[in-house]
């Protein structure tokens, strides 16, 4: 397989690397003249191109054959609250971009934790798990934003809420595959308070559970990415 570079402004058919990839290109993968490349742009644009100047400052590639992959049918949306272990967000996004993922959105709730995020490192994370695992669509990574701002953003007939509060909640399996985009609300790690819960009711928003197990937030809402593909494919079939 050939190594895979972004290129998100790619717009030519010959392509110069930043000085760093420049540099991890030519000096730690010896790539030379002629060795074959990817490059994919984070909005389905896939390159197959070959090294045309290996140069470690200013790495230049020639594209030779381009595709533009489309979208999934339907669009998986998670909105979550920030752990206070930047760590186990940083994994989040690593193995949600891998997964298939098209927005993951962070929540500021009452009871989280992490009152501030920055999105420059998760950013460079999602692309480092884009080239890695083939995927053509970036995810696009929402600023924190309050709870209650947020709610009325979204599709309400679309959009659930996973809590660990008590009454009745159905499978998220069940409701992941009936519209054209599904949101899931996943809260901090002492859980969304009930007053949260109340709001999020009061524009529709429907309660769902992940299964029996007490999830980590950032395996809830890995677990809610893996349970939409596996609705869409099940009912594909």
């Known amino acids: 397989m050939p190594h ?3 290129a998100p402004d790619l717009t030519t058919p010959l392509y110069t690397l930043p000085e760093d990839e420049s540099k991890h290109a030519v000096r ?8 074959a490349v990817e490059l994919v742009n984070g909005r389905g644009g896939v390159y197959q191109a070959e090294v045309e100047t290996a140069d470690a400052k200013r790495c230049r590639l020639r594209v030779v054959q ?8 339907y669009e998986v949306h998670v909105a979550v609250a920030p752990t206070k272990n930047l760590d186990r967000m940083e994994w989040l996004v690593e193995k949600a971009t891998e997964m298939g993922i098209d927005r993951l959105s962070f929540l500021r709730c009452a009871r989280s934790e992490r009152r501030e995020l920055k999105l420059e490192r998760l950013h460079k994370i999602a692309v480092s798990a884009l080239k890695q695992s083939g995927q053509a669509w970036l995810p696009a990574l929402s600023e924190l934003t309050d709870f209650t701002s947020f709610l009325p953003t979204v ?18 399996s069940h409701v992941a595959a009936s519209g054209n985009t599904c949101c899931i609300l996943i809260g901090p790690e002492g859980d969304f308070t009930p007053q949260e819960i109340e709001a999020a009711f009061a524009q529709g928003i429907r309660p769902v559970t992940l299964g029996a197990s007490r999830l980590r937030t950032e395996t809830a809402a890995l677990a809610a990415v893996h349970t939409v593909h596996i609705a869409r494919e099940l009912q594909a079939q």
């Open 155 to 172: 599709a309400s007939e679309t959009a659930f809420i996973a809590h660990l509060e008590e009454g009745e909640r159905t499978p998220l």
């Open 28 to 35: 730690v993968l010896r790539l030379t003249a002629g060795d």
């Open 66 to 73: 381009e595709q533009q992959v489309p979208r999934r049918a």
């Open 4 to 6: 895979t570079f972004y």
